[in-house]
């Protein structure tokens, strides 16, 4: 006895079709402008591919940045840090150039308090359990929401502070976690000025790691009003002139950008790019907004993508001592 099928040749035909053709548009589109399926980051994914789809999504960014300076400029040196209100009104400030277009391949969360003394951090369940696990801290201003949500949310992170505007960490780490905090009001510099007559004591950031014994931060955060820019540059070009990875996992860092040009901050912004720092979370300082003309603060977190910190591999190897600047 013949089958349906064999009864109903065109019925199996138009059910074939269907078939072919579901399958089709459910295949993705590979056109122009399509995002290839290997690009989209997944959960599945393990944490090196993860971390590599990300800085190709950066890459891509850093092309724009070129497309926008050349539509602007066409150099950098012709570029306003923030256009006058004239016309013809250029749509952009310089913010609008350095978009957090890297990927946390971890959770992101806000730690502290909300508007100004909280930062955005990616992946601290990764530091949970870290037995060695360090944290520096630039900038109390007596406010320490921020340095308390970490110890609150690790088991063995130390917490190193530094304020010479104040005298200790804020009242919001409770008294039972206070052993897991060192507090120095001393400031963070460019190079060491700490003798007896200078006044506030100022250090790099190798010296006072050195004093502390410590070859790596996981967490470094810095608040120091404008003098970032001075700082950094010190620390970071010897590991671009060695090729050594930077001795931290990620930087919360709050840019003051008084009295720079764009060509300025662009060529500071890419020595960050070369040592393997990627923004991955960026806000506005909206205080700071409310009571000035122009938006010259924000707030940027960056993941270092090079070396083998706990942000980036799943088995962190054992990081260089710091560089002799």
């Not at 056109?31 to 971390?51: C, H, I």
């Not at 310089?94 to 930062?119: Q, S, T, Y």
């Not at 500071?268 to 806000?283: D, H, I, N, S, V």
């Not at 907004?289 to 083998?308: C, D, H, I, M, R």
Request: hydrophobic residues 35%; negative net charge; contains cysteine.
């Amino acid at each position: 006895m013949p089958s349906f099928w064999q009864r109903h040749p065109l019925y199996s035909v138009l059910v074939v079709v269907a078939i072919l053709t579901t399958v089709y548009l459910l295949m993705p589109y590979d056109g122009p402008g399509a995002v290839p399926l290997g690009r989209l980051p997944t959960k599945s994914a393990d944490l090196e591919s993860r971390v590599r789809q990300s800085n190709e999504i950066y890459d891509k960014n850093l092309e724009y940045r070129a497309g926008l300076i050349q539509k602007f400029g066409p150099t950098p040196n012709d570029i306003a840090l923030f256009p006058p209100d004239v016309e013809p009104w250029p749509p952009y400030t310089v913010w609008d150039f350095f978009p957090a277009a890297f990927n946390c391949p971890h959770e992101i969360e806000r730690l502290g308090a909300l508007g100004d003394g909280g930062k955005w951090v990616c992946g601290l369940s990764r530091l949970k359990d870290k037995p060695d696990c360090v944290v520096y801290s630039f900038g109390i201003n007596y406010e320490s929401s921020f340095e308390a949500e970490i110890l609150k949310n690790t088991k063995h992170c130390q917490i190193w502070g530094y304020d010479f505007s104040v005298k200790s960490f804020g009242p919001e780490i409770p008294s039972n976690l206070q052993a897991r905090t060192h507090f120095n009001a001393y400031a963070l510099g460019g190079e060491d000025n700490h003798g007896p007559e200078d006044d506030p004591p100022m250090y790099t950031l190798e010296t006072l790691m050195k004093m502390n014994g410590h070859d790596h931060i996981d967490i470094l955060k810095i608040d120091i009003e404008g003098w970032e820019f001075e700082t950094l540059t010190t620390l970071i070009k010897p590991y671009i002139n060695s090729g050594l990875p930077l001795p931290f996992g990620q930087l919360q860092l709050e840019i003051h950008i008084w009295k720079k040009s764009f060509a300025q901050f662009l060529s500071w912004w890419e020595m960050l790019e070369a040592a393997g720092l990627r923004p991955f979370w960026t806000e506005p300082n909206l205080v700071y907004q409310n009571y000035n003309t122009k938006p010259e603060l924000a707030e940027y977190s960056f993941l270092n993508v090079k070396g083998s910190n706990v942000f980036i591999k799943d088995t962190p190897s054992r990081h260089p001592r710091q560089l002799s600047a």
